[in-house]
């Protein structure tokens, strides 16, 4: 089956600092997104992108939808202590349609911010 | 926006007994809701897509028979783990598209409930 490599596993950084992760399939996606996991509670989407190639912005969050489909990355600008989290990739083969939901995750990115 | 709550957010029981999860869709209707299991420090994991009306559809390796889903309205779906046993522990969540939006909106996700078997 399909399969979503994250990297890197973990990162700790500085109030401040940029951050950068990435994700990248085995097989093409129509769709990517970014959600952000807190402790106990369920994911949050951040980004969601549907063209390669598309760079779409959201506040100091930037994420690319690579050109071959098969991966795309997530930049956080100027990270500061509430970023903490996990963040995980997310993909679908379908653009739409009633299956769409159907997501394979990525293993997640543990972020620690210090301040 | 649109909200999806699932109850109870945590739950403890006894080996062998079932437990129930509900998964509503708080101001939309969505004909197909999805169910994720996520053990601790893994990754989300699709056990089913829920489908209203009809049954559900199961990934592979998930048993129909241990973790029933009734999706019978468009604002509900409910899990139940049946004869639970402690390897079932997990965080459970679900999510849900509004059926009258676009072809690519958004996915909704609940808090998850997190069922911790004795």
């Known amino acids: 089956g399909q399969q979503l490599n994250q990297s890197p596993q973990s990162m700790f950084i500085q109030e401040g600092e940029d951050v950068s992760m990435n994700c990248t399939s085995s097989?093409?996606?129509?769709?990517w997104l970014w959600y952000k996991q807190d402790p106990g509670e369920g994911p949050v989407l951040l980004i969601a992108?549907?063209?390669?190639?598309e760079l779409t912005s959201n506040g100091r969050l930037t994420a690319q939808f690579g050109t071959t489909r098969k991966d795309s990355f997530l930049n956080i600008s100027a990270s500061i202590p509430s970023d903490v989290g996990i963040y995980f990739c997310?993909?679908?083969?379908?653009?739409?349609?009633?299956?769409?939901?159907?997501?394979?995750f990525g293993q997640g990115t543990i972020l620690t911010v210090h301040p | 926006g649109a909200v999806v709550s699932q109850h109870p957010s945590w739950v403890i029981c006894k080996s062998g007994t079932s437990v129930k999860i509900e998964c509503r869709s708080l101001?939309?209707?969505?004909?197909?809701m999805f169910w994720y299991r996520q053990f601790p420090k893994q990754s989300l994991m699709l056990m089913a897509t829920?489908?209203?009306?009809?049954?559900?559809?199961?990934e592979q390796g998930v048993e129909k028979d241990k973790f029933l889903i009734n999706h019978a309205s468009l604002t509900l779906s409910t899990l139940t783990v049946t004869s639970a046993h402690p390897e079932d522990s997990s965080f459970y969540i679900c999510?849900?598209?509004?059926?009258?939006?676009?072809?690519?909106?958004?996915?909704?996700f609940g808090e998850g409930s997190r069922l911790t078997v004795l």
């Open positions: 999510s849900a598209r509004d059926s009258a939006g676009a072809a690519t909106g958004e996915l909704f």
């Open positions: 097989s093409i996606f129509n769709t």
């Open positions: 992108l549907y063209k390669a190639g």
């Open positions: 997310a993909g679908t083969e379908n653009a739409g349609g009633t299956s769409y939901g159907k997501l394979t």
């Open positions: 101001d939309f209707q969505a004909t197909t």
């Open positions: 829920s489908n209203e009306g009809s049954k559900a559809t199961y």
